[in-house]
């Protein structure tokens, strides 16, 4: 892992939905990003409250920006909502393993929520290296749906929604069972909860994304560990957050 430290400036901002934005951050940091599935620890106050940085998914990369897209759910990213155009963030970047094994014909990719970000630089690279993706993005329902267009403009997009209001009626599961895509292999990043149902009706060739809270983002606290088939334990900012459907531990 080549993990680098530097200042990103902020240099675009947008609401898509309410409490979810877009931001764009430029600064040499972005030229560690190697790998979609990778992510991005911002450190948000100079104050000792919030003393901790905060991971962040990579919904998009280049040798000079990165894309991040988030919600406000606490006193951390609404200091980040908060920030403006112009402003700069001392970022770690060049963290954790993202999706490395890409060597597939048909795939699916899937998001749930604020797993939906990461998927998107991922569906670019498949597409690059001439492999079919359908995209299937799982939603509570229609006011909480978002890049649903960027997504469509790069392959055939479907939604799901838990309360019907668009799409499929149910889980991003529900849908992979009406559509019965080709699927050599797929890829989720979401709620721990829809991860652990993809890899029981899905055990093979399936590369899970996890979401987990952090204390330092390279390894050296094990705040993020978790139980895997092949190992003891395994840190979700080190060995992942991709982590294989065959290796999961399913809880209940």
Same mark, same amino acid.
């Given at each position: 892992?080549?993990?680098?430290?530097?200042?990103?400036?902020?240099?675009?901002? +947008?609401?898509? !939905?309410?409490?979810?934005?877009?931001? *764009?951050?430029?600064?040499?940091?972005?030229?560690? !990003?190697?790998?979609?599935?990778?992510?991005?620890?911002?450190?948000?106050?100079?104050? *000792?409250?919030?003393?901790? %940085?905060?991971? #962040?998914? /990579?919904?998009?990369?280049?040798?000079?920006? !990165?894309?991040?897209?988030? %919600?406000?759910?606490?006193?951390?990213?609404?200091?980040?909502?908060?920030?403006? /155009?112009?402003?700069?963030?001392?970022?770690?970047?060049?963290?954790?393993?993202?999706?490395?094994?890409?060597?597939?014909?048909?795939?699916?990719?899937?998001?749930?929520?604020?797993?939906? @970000?990461?998927?998107?630089?991922?569906?670019?690279?498949?597409?690059?290296?001439?492999?079919?993706?359908?995209?299937?993005?799982?939603? +509570?329902?229609?006011?909480? !749906?978002?890049?649903?267009?960027?997504?469509?403009?790069?392959?055939?997009?479907?939604?799901?929604?838990?309360?019907?209001?668009?799409? /499929?009626?149910?889980?991003?599961?529900?849908?992979?069972?009406?559509?019965?895509?080709? #699927?050599?292999?797929?890829?989720?990043?979401?709620?721990?909860? #829809? *991860?652990?149902?993809?890899?029981?009706?899905?055990?093979? +060739?399936?590369?899970?994304?996890?979401?987990? %809270? #952090?204390?330092?983002?390279?390894?050296?606290?094990?705040?993020?560990?978790?139980?895997?088939?092949?190992?003891?334990?395994? %840190?979700?900012?080190?060995?992942? @957050?991709?982590? *294989?459907?065959?290796?999961?531990?399913? +809880?209940?």
């Amino acid at each position: 892992m080549n993990k680098y430290q530097g200042m990103m400036t902020i240099i675009s901002k +947008n609401e898509l !939905i309410k409490d979810v934005y877009e931001m *764009l951050l430029e600064g040499k940091a972005a030229s560690y !990003i190697t790998t979609p599935g990778q992510f991005i620890n911002i450190k948000l106050n100079d104050s *000792l409250q919030p003393y901790l %940085r905060r991971p #962040m998914s /990579i919904c998009d990369y280049d040798e000079n920006h !990165i894309k991040i897209i988030f %919600r406000v759910v606490g006193t951390g990213t609404k200091i980040l909502a908060d920030k403006k /155009i112009g402003d700069t963030l001392d970022c770690l970047t060049g963290l954790g393993n993202g999706f490395n094994e890409t060597n597939y014909k048909d795939v699916v990719v899937i998001g749930g929520g604020l797993g939906v @970000p990461p998927m998107y630089a991922l569906t670019k690279r498949l597409i690059q290296q001439n492999v079919k993706v359908h995209v299937v993005l799982g939603f +509570n329902d229609q006011s909480s !749906i978002f890049y649903q267009n960027e997504f469509s403009q790069l392959a055939p997009t479907s939604i799901a929604t838990m309360d019907g209001s668009v799409g /499929i009626k149910g889980t991003v599961v529900d849908a992979l069972k009406v559509y019965d895509f080709p #699927m050599d292999a797929y890829y989720a990043c979401g709620p721990e909860k #829809m *991860l652990e149902a993809l890899a029981l009706n899905y055990p093979n +060739n399936g590369y899970l994304s996890y979401e987990a %809270r #952090m204390g330092c983002g390279f390894g050296a606290c094990m705040g993020c560990s978790c139980k895997v088939k092949s190992q003891p334990y395994k %840190r979700i900012c080190m060995e992942g @957050p991709v982590l *294989l459907s065959s290796e999961v531990m399913i +809880n209940g």
